[in-house]
C-alpha cells in the first residue's frame, strides 16, 4: 500500500458531536459507516483511491460493525457486487475511477439500472475532468442519463457531501433506483470539518447475517419480458419519486435570495462541483465573500439528474438573463433546461456555452471572463457601477496583461516538464532495452497501456501508438500483427493483466493463435493506483526475507496462468539487466517460432522496495549495526558530455552539471542525491557499449575494523601512485563521513568506503604526514609532481622511472598492481590522469576492467601505449573477465555480462580509442 492511514482510520470512529478534519473522500468514507453501509467494493484509481483504501485498511477497527469490504479485480465486478440490494434491504456502495471505470463497468450497471434496487446502492466516481486529469475527457452525465441512474455533483464543501451521501442512500430507497455521485479532483481533496454522528451498523451485516434467501421472483430479473415493465417503471415512477424526494430535502441549494437592483434580474444555474470556483470568480468581482454569500441569484444543483421542471421555472422566472454553468460538452443541462422553460411558458433568455468555453475545466479565470461578457450583454455600465460591481473586464484584461509580462520576462516559454518514471523504476530498464533493439532492428509497432509503463510515451523513450483502455494493449495489436512484416510489441502492467488483460488479450490471442509479442511488467503491484495489491503481489514473509532486494521473483502465478493457458515461448528477466532483456527482446522478434511470445519483466516497485528499505536501514543505524548503501556517479573527466546515457535512461537522478575543467566547454552528466542504485546507468553504459565513466560507490554506515584498515590501506596505495578519486565522490564520501550517531553515548563512528569502491576518509594519511611536518593536504605532493611533469613508476626490470603518467611507465608488485590501477587515460605533460581512481566495485559490471588489464598486459610486456589518445578518455575492450554480473538485488544473473555468440567483443582489446569518432546511433566506435 502506498501508504499508511492509521491516523484517518482513527478518525472514522470519531461519535456523535465530535469534530472532523479532513479531506472530502475521507468525509465520503466517514459518511458511508453513519448511513449503515452493509457492504463496500470498488477498484482504485485517482482521485478517490483513498476511500477503498482506507476501507481495506480499517477492516479490522471497524469489524464490530459488520460492514464486507472487497477490494475487487475490476470495477466490472464491483459495479456487479450491488445486485446484493436488488433482492434485499442492504445498503451497499461501490467505488472507482470514472468515466473509464464507468465504461468497463457498464455493462453491469445497465442491468442493475433496469432491475432497479430494494436497498440503497450508492455508486461513488471520481471525475478526473479538467486540468488535472489523467484519462480521456468524456463526462459521467451522459452515462447516467442514458441507463436512468440518479446523478449527484455535490458541491465542494465537506458538510453538504456527507449530507448527500446520507440523502443519496434515502432517494435510492425511496425511487428503487441507483445512485451515481461525481466527486471531481478538486472536492476529493478540499479540505474542511464538519460535526460527525455515530456510526451505524447495519441491520444484515457480517455479524448480523441472513438466515434465507431471498424468494424467487422474475420481475427482479433484467431479462426479457420483464424488462419491458421495468423501463416503463424507470419513467412513470421511480423518476417522479426522485423528484419529490428531491424538492421535499431540499437537496439543491439556492443562494442571494436577497439580492436586489439589477443584480436580481440575473441568475446563475451552477453545477454542485463548479460552486466553489463560481464563488471565487464573484469575489474577485465584488459580489460575494469567501464563504459563498452571494449579491445575485444563484441556484447551486447537487442533483444534476434528474432536473426537477417546477424548481427549475421557479427559479427563472422573472428574470433578465439566467447564465447556465455546466463544464464539458454536450451541454445536457442547458439543453434540457430550454425545454423545460419552453414547455413551462417561460421566456427568460438562457445563456451558456454562447459565453463560455464548449469544453474543459471552468476555472476562476475563465468563470470571470464569462461574468464579465454577461455584465456587459446584461447590465448599463453605470447602473452596475452605482450598485458596487467591479469593472468586470478590466479585470480580466489586467490577468490577460499579467500573463503576457511574464511571458516576456521568461524570454521564451519554459521547457516542458513531462511526467516520468520513478527513481530506480524496475519499468525504464524495459524500455531502455527496447530503446537498443529499435535501432538495431527499426522501428515497429508498440502497442501501450494504462499504468506506470504509459510514461515510456513521453522522452526519452517516445513509444507508443495507440492507448485503447486498462490491459487492452495486446488486444489493440490484434488488428496491427497479421498486416506487418515486424512483429508489434504490447506491453501491459501486472494490475492490466488481471483487470482486463487476461482474457481480452491473452485469451483472444490464443484462441485466434495470433503471432506478436506481449511484455507484461511484473512489479508486484498495480502501482499507478498507489500500490495496491494483487493476486500475484509477493507474501509479507517473502517481502520481509526480501529485505532490499526484488521480492516479486517469489510470486509465480503470472507465469503458471500464462502456460495453463497454453503459452509455449515464455521467458522471465529480472528487468535491471539491461543485457539480458536486449536479447530476450531480439529473440522474440526475430524467432521463428509462431504463436504469441510473452516476456514476463520482473522487478518490485522501486516506491514499495523503498518503503520496506528505510525503515529497514534507520532501524540498523539505531542499533548501531553495519550497513552498505550502493550509489552511482560520473567521473566528470572521463564524461564525454555526448549524454547517451540520459537519452537512454530518462532517470531523474541522472541530470547535467558544469564540468570543473575549464577546458570542457559542455556540460556533463552527473548523478544527484536521489540515487537509490538500481544500477541502470551502469548497465545502459555496458549493454550500449557507452563511455565507462560510471562508477559505483557502496557507503559503508558504522564501518568495522576491517572496513577501517582497508579504507586506510587504500588511502595510502592511491597516494603512492598520485592516483585521486573523482570529483563527485570525493564529495560524496566527505558528505557521508559526518557521523550519524552523534547523540550515543560512546564515540561516533565514520563511515568509508569498501574495497574496490571509493576510497573513505583521509584521517589516516592526515596524521601520518602531520606527525612528520608534511602539509595536512594529501595532493599537495601530486600537485607538485603533476607540475613538474613526473609521476613515479618502475619499468620492466623494476627500476624507478619518471613518465607522462600513462600505464606502460609503471610496473612492480611492490606498488598493488592490478589493484591499483584504476586509471583509464593519461594526460600529455606529466598532468594527472583525468580519470582518478575509478570506485568499479565489479570490473566486470560496467566494462571498465579491459582498462585495467591492457594497462596490466602493457607494463608486463614492455608495450607503449597508443600516445595519440593521449589528450582523450579511452573505452578500452569493455567485455567482462567472467561473462556475468550480479543485478541491481545482488542476484547472479549468468552470461550477462558477454556478447551473444558469434558477435566479437566491439572494441579489440588493449586499443585506445577516442570519443569523438562516433556511428549514426551515437555509439562510440
Given at each position: ?7 484517518e482510520?482513527?478518525?472514522l ?15 465520503v ?12 467494493g470498488?477498484?482504485q ?14 477492516r ?5 460493525l ?9 470495477e466490472?465486478?464491483?459495479?456487479a457486487m ?11 456502495a ?15 450497471l ?38 436512468a ?14 449530507r ?29 470539518q464538519?460535526?460527525c454522528?455515530?456510526?451505524?451498523a ?14 424467487f421472483?422474475y420481475?427482479r ?23 419529490r424526494f428531491?424538492v421535499?430535502?431540499a437537496l ?17 444555474i451552477v453545477?454542485?462541483?463548479?460552486f ?17 454569500a452571494?449579491r ?18 421557479d427559479f ?10 455546466e463544464?464539458g460538452q454536450?451541454?445536457?443541462i ?26 474543459g ?23 452596475a457601477?452605482?450598485h ?5 473586464q478590466?479585470?480580466?484584461?489586467a ?27 524496475p ?7 527496447l530503446?537498443?533493439v529499435?535501432?538495431?532492428?527499426g ?5 501501450a497501456?494504462?499504468?506506470c509503463?504509459?510514461?515510456a ?48 488479450g ?57 502456460r ?12 535491471y ?9 531480439e ?5 521463428d ?9 520482473e522487478?518490485?516497485?522501486?516506491l ?10 534507520a532501524?540498523?543505524?539505531q ?12 567521473d ?14 530518462g532517470?531523474?537522478?541522472l ?44 557507503v ?5 575494523w ?7 590501506w ?15 565522490a570525493?564529495a560524496?564520501?566527505?558528505?557521508r ?24 576518509h ?13 602539509s ?9 609532481r ?15 622511472t619518471?613518465g607522462a ?16 590501477l584504476?586509471?583509464t ?16 566495485a565489479?570490473?566486470?559490471r ?8 591492457a594497462?596490466?598486459n602493457?607494463a608486463r610486456?614492455?608495450?607503449r601505449?597508443?600516445?595519440s ?8 575492450d ?12 545482488g542476484?547472479?544473473?549468468p552470461?550477462s555480462g ?10 579489440p ?17
Amino acid at each position: 500500500m502506498e501508504r499508511s492511514f492509521a491516523r484517518e482510520i482513527e478518525s472514522l470512529q470519531l461519535g456523535e458531536g465530535e469534530t472532523f478534519r479532513g479531506e472530502g473522500i475521507l468525509a465520503v468514507t466517514k459518511a458511508l459507516l453513519q448511513s449503515g453501509v452493509s457492504y463496500v467494493g470498488g477498484y482504485q484509481g485517482a482521485p478517490i483511491s483513498h476511500l477503498l483504501d482506507v476501507m481495506v485498511q480499517a477492516r479490522e477497527p471497524l469489524s464490530h460493525l459488520g460492514v464486507h469490504v472487497e477490494a475487487c479485480t475490476n470495477e466490472a465486478s464491483a459495479a456487479a457486487m450491488l445486485g446484493a440490494s436488488i433482492n434485499y434491504p442492504m445498503r451497499g456502495a461501490v467505488t472507482w475511477k470514472s468515466i473509464v471505470g464507468t465504461n468497463v463497468a457498464a455493462d453491469a450497471l445497465s442491468n442493475l439500472a433496469s432491475a432497479g434496487v430494494i436497498g440503497g446502492a450508492l455508486i461513488v466516481v471520481g471525475e478526473d475532468y479538467g486540468e488535472g486529469a489523467s484519462v480521456i475527457q468524456e463526462r459521467t452525465h451522459g452515462f447516467a442519463m442514458k441507463s436512468a441512474l440518479w446523478l449527484m455533483d455535490p458541491r465542494p464543501n465537506l458538510p453538504t457531501i456527507v449530507r448527500m451521501v446520507e440523502s443519496a442512500f434515502e432517494l435510492s430507497e425511496a425511487s428503487n433506483t441507483p445512485v451515481m455521485m461525481e466527486l471531481r479532483i478538486r472536492a476529493c481533496h478540499v479540505q474542511g470539518q464538519f460535526r460527525c454522528k455515530d456510526n451505524r451498523a447495519a441491520a444484515i451485516s457480517t455479524r448480523t447475517p441472513l438466515g434465507e434467501a431471498a424468494v424467487f421472483n422474475y420481475d427482479r430479473l433484467s431479462h426479457p419480458p420483464a424488462t419491458y415493465a421495468q423501463e416503463r417503471l424507470k419513467g412513470e415512477v421511480r423518476m417522479p419519486a426522485a423528484r419529490r424526494f428531491i424538492v421535499e430535502q431540499a437537496l439543491n441549494e439556492r443562494f442571494g435570495q436577497d439580492a436586489q437592483g439589477p443584480l436580481a434580474g440575473l441568475g446563475i444555474i451552477v453545477q454542485g462541483g463548479v460552486f466553489n470556483s463560481l464563488v471565487r470568480a464573484l469575489q474577485r468581482l465584488g459580489l460575494a465573500d469567501a464563504l459563498g454569500a452571494t449579491r445575485l441569484p444563484v441556484l447551486c444543483l447537487n442533483v444534476v439528474y434528474p432536473l426537477v421542471p417546477a424548481e427549475l421555472a421557479d427559479f427563472c422566472r422573472g428574470k433578465q438573463a439566467v447564465l447556465v454553468l455546466e463544464e464539458g460538452q454536450p451541454e445536457y443541462i442547458e439543453h434540457e433546461l430550454s425545454a423545460i422553460l419552453r414547455r413551462e411558458g417561460v421566456g427568460t433568455p438562457l445563456h451558456g456555452k454562447d459565453l463560455l468555453p464548449a469544453g474543459g475545466e471552468y476555472t476562476t479565470e475563465l468563470l470571470t471572463a464569462g461574468l464579465a461578457r454577461l455584465f456587459a450583454l446584461r447590465l448599463p455600465a453605470d447602473e452596475a457601477r452605482a450598485h458596487g460591481v467591479a469593472d468586470a473586464q478590466a479585470l480580466v484584461d489586467a490577468l490577460a496583461q499579467r500573463r503576457r509580462r511574464a511571458a516576456e520576462l521568461m524570454a521564451g516559454p519554459l521547457p516542458p516538464r513531462p511526467p516520468t518514471f520513478c527513481v530506480g523504476c524496475p519499468e525504464r530498464p524495459v524500455f531502455s532495452a527496447l530503446k537498443m533493439v529499435r535501432e538495431d532492428l527499426g522501428p515497429m509497432h508498440m502497442a501501450a497501456d494504462i499504468g506506470c509503463h504509459a510514461f515510456a510515451t513521453f522522452e526519452p523513450f517516445s513509444m507508443g501508438n495507440s492507448i485503447l483502455g486498462y490491459g487492452m494493449s495486446l488486444a489493440s495489436a490484434a488488428g496491427v500483427t497479421p498486416l506487418q512484416q515486424r512483429r508489434p510489441v504490447a506491453v501491459m502492467g501486472d494490475g492490466g493483466f488481471w483487470h482486463n488483460g487476461l482474457l481480452s488479450g491473452v485469451a483472444s490471442n490464443l484462441l485466434n493463435q495470433g503471432d506478436g509479442v506481449l511484455v507484461v511488467m511484473k512489479n508486484g503491484y498495480t502501482s499507478a493506483t498507489g500500490t495496491q495489491e494483487l493476486i500475484s503481489s509477493p507474501q509479507d514473509l517473502l517481502k520481509r526475507l526480501a529485505g532490499a532486494g526484488s521480492a516479486t521473483h517469489t510470486e509465480t502465478r503470472i507465469e503458471d496462468t500464462l502456460r495453463g493457458l497454453g503459452v509455449t515461448w515464455l521467458r522471465t528477466v529480472h528487468t535491471y539487466g539491461v543485457g539480458d532483456m536486449k536479447r530476450t527482446l531480439e529473440a522474440a522478434l526475430t524467432t521463428d517460432e509462431p504463436g504469441l511470445k510473452v516476456i514476463v519483466a520482473e522487478g518490485e516497485c522501486q516506491l514499495e522496495r523503498q518503503r520496506r528499505i528505510r525503515p529497514m536501514v534507520a532501524a540498523q543505524l539505531q542499533r548501531g549495526e553495519r550497513t552498505v548503501r550502493v550509489r552511482y556517479g560520473v567521473d566528470e573527466d572521463v564524461c564525454s558530455g555526448d549524454h547517451s546515457c540520459i537519452r537512454l535512461s530518462g532517470c531523474p537522478s541522472l541530470t547535467l552539471k558544469d564540468p570543473d575543467d575549464p577546458l570542457k566547454l559542455d556540460p556533463v552528466a552527473s548523478v544527484n542525491q536521489h540515487c537509490v542504485g538500481c544500477g541502470l546507468c551502469g548497465e545502459n553504459a555496458h549493454a550500449a557499449t557507452l563511455c565507462p565513466s560510471f562508477h559505483r560507490v557502496e557507503v559503508i554506515q558504522n564501518p568495522g575494523w576491517r572496513d577501517r584498515w582497508l579504507a586506510r590501506w587504500r588511502e595510502l596505495a592511491r597516494r603512492a601512485i598520485g592516483g585521486r578519486a573523482p570529483a563527485a565522490a570525493r564529495a560524496q564520501v566527505r558528505a557521508r563521513a559526518r557521523p550519524q550517531a552523534q547523540a550515543r553515548a560512546r564515540a561516533p563512528r565514520h563511515e568509508c568506503a569498501p574495497s574496490r569502491s571509493v576510497p573513505g576518509h583521509r584521517r589516516f594519511g592526515a596524521r601520518r604526514r602531520a606527525a612528520h611536518g608534511q602539509s595536512a593536504d594529501p595532493r599537495a605532493g601530486r600537485r607538485r609532481r603533476g607540475r613538474a611533469g613526473r609521476l613515479a613508476g618502475r619499468d620492466g626490470a623494476g627500476r624507478r622511472t619518471a613518465g607522462a603518467g600513462h600505464f606502460g611507465a609503471w610496473r612492480g608488485p611492490a606498488h598493488g598492481r592490478d589493484l591499483l590501477l584504476h586509471r583509464t587515460a593519461a594526460r600529455a605533460g606529466g598532468r594527472r590522469s583525468p580519470a582518478g581512481v575509478l570506485p568499479v566495485a565489479d570490473p566486470g559490471r560496467h566494462r571498465s576492467a579491459g582498462v585495467f588489464r591492457a594497462a596490466r598486459n602493457r607494463a608486463r610486456t614492455g608495450a607503449r601505449p597508443d600516445r595519440s589518445a593521449a589528450h582523450d578518455p579511452a573505452v578500452i575492450d569493455r567485455a567482462p573477465a567472467d561473462g556475468g554480473r550480479e543485478d541491481a538485488d545482488g542476484r547472479r544473473a549468468p552470461g550477462s555480462g558477454a556478447h551473444p555468440a558469434g558477435r566479437p567483443n566491439p572494441v579489440p582489446r588493449g586499443r585506445v580509442l577516442r570519443h569523438g569518432r562516433r556511428d549514426p546511433r551515437g555509439r562510440h566506435r
